[in-house]
């Protein structure tokens, strides 16, 4: 009987977790994409870079991340980011959804382009390892 | 004799400016005077979520049907930055603030540059305030119950 209320329970709180992936995870699947390994020092490159290809408030990932990705950011709005390395934020890299969603909308932003597989991989490995 | 007339011009400029955001008969819209501004939040999950990721999910009232029909249709240039959704989302997210918008004309686009909003924070809010707060999409950074609805002046 008590299995009865556990299985129901169990359908409740999972969405919540959103626990579809994780950054190793994410690392395999986009290098894979790729058809290389995955380069951390090229990731965090890319991530300090002013690229400036794409919507001139947003030249580069740190205008709201900041170049620590340990510290909370602060986008156009005012509004606090969460870190977004795993090591201050447990939750981040955690939804596939998510970050397919920020990569598609900020690489828009800050490149003017979609990012490939290969610079998804390396920014994911650079933030994992921070 | 000449606060009344001008409290009474006020709130007419007020209602003229923002018709949907006077109506006290259902749970839209703003209610009570300039100092317990009531407006319905945003009950809409996805709205909510989604909307609320970088601002507070704005009060549907707060634009009327033809705003929220261009914003929603330009979202990879929304105020300067890529807000992309899926297109279910957006649709979605699209639909609930068509049928809960505000009334107007025109598809004006940045709240704060409404008359009614220009009207309240114009000699409330200084340089200083507004630098603490970073924009004035931050609501939340002075109107401490903005997600829900709450835009008493504090």
Redo the contacts between chains.
Sequence with gaps: MKYLLIVPALLIATPALAQSTSPSDLIQRYSAEAGRAADAGRGKSFFLANHGSGKPDTPSCTTCHTKNPRSAGKARTGKTIDPLAPSANGARLTDLAKVEKWFRRNCDSVLGRSCTAGEKADVVAWLASQ | MYRMLLAAATAGAIILTVPALADDDDDRGRRGDDHHTRVSAVTHAATKAECGA??IAYPAGFLPAASWRKMMGDL??H????????EATRADIQAYLVSHAGRGSGAPQRISELRWFVDEHRDEVSRRELAR???W??CG?CHRGAERGYFDDD
């Design positions: 970088c601002h990879d240039n105020f300067g930055e890529s807000a992309a959704l899926d707060a970073g924009s999409a931050n950074e």
